[in-house]
């Protein structure tokens, strides 16, 4: 199993402030890399897919890079709506064997 | 516009089944494959399994093999996701995903169905 760390695990920060989430693969996913955006109450939100692309709606203050076993979220400058739980996933294979990271709380500082 | 509509929550006896029902609207029911995800209280998010709506060809999470029965009819274009043994730590809000791009990431989620296994 592809086992999928996140750090730091909480990330306190000011609106305005830029936030870089880190997701580590235990091996390669290539670019078979999602994140998702968790508010509580609410089902788990796409933000990017194939490592770097945005889904469709979400803004551009979003990003993501890396491939392989690093990759990164950036969130150019903190929204009072981005603060929640991120989280990513890796889908690098077939059958299925999908794991996710185990969150970056985003909280304000 | 794509939508899942999942069935109510269930609050069940440690050693019972539960079936949660996923009614999938404003695609073509057969063109992608469903998954399901279940997050416990106040924890991460936990893969269970996939299922092709078209042919039922269906994996599971190598952890939940033994319980976990993913079915679907092309009738009503609904998906079932039964759990059986249940014990306390299957207490979770359990999700019925759709593919994107035919890859393994979902943008459209069910609202969640909460099962609390409860004695």
């Known amino acids: 199993e592809i086992v999928m760390t996140q750090s730091p695990a909480t990330l306190s920060l000011f609106p305005g402030e830029r936030a870089t989430l880190s997701c580590r693969a235990s091996?390669?996913?290539?670019?078979?890399l999602a994140w998702y955006q968790q508010k509580p109450g609410q089902a788990p939100r796409l933000l990017i897919y194939?490592?770097?692309t945005r889904a469709t709606g979400i803004p551009a203050r979003f990003s993501g890079s890396g491939s392989n076993t690093e990759f990164t979220l950036t969130i150019s400058s903190l929204q009072s709506e981005d603060f929640a739980v991120y989280y990513c996933?890796?889908?690098?294979?077939?059958?299925?064997?999908?794991?996710f990271g185990p969150g970056t709380k985003v909280d304000v500082k | 516009q794509v939508q899942l509509f999942q069935s109510g929550a269930e609050v069940k006896k440690p050693g019972a089944s539960v079936k949660v029902s996923c009614w999938a609207s404003g695609y073509t029911f057969t063109s992608s494959y469903m998954h399901w995800v279940r997050q416990a209280p106040g924890q991460g998010l936990e893969w269970m399994g996939i299922?092709?709506?078209?042919?039922?060809?269906?994996s599971y999470a190598q952890k939940l093999q033994d319980r976990v029965t993913m079915t679907r009819d092309t009738s009503t274009d609904t998906v079932y996701m039964e759990l059986s043994s249940l014990r306390s730590e299957d207490t979770a809000v359990y999700y019925c995903?759709?593919?994107?791009?035919?890859?393994?990431?979902?943008?459209?989620w069910g609202q969640g169905t909460l099962v609390t296994v409860s004695s």
């Open positions: 091996q390669s996913v290539s670019s078979n």
């Open positions: 996933q890796q889908y690098n294979n077939w059958p299925p064997r999908v794991t």
């Open positions: 194939g490592a770097s």
């Open positions: 995903a759709r593919e994107l791009h035919s890859a393994s990431y979902w943008a459209y």
């Open positions: 299922i092709n709506p078209s042919d039922g060809y269906t």
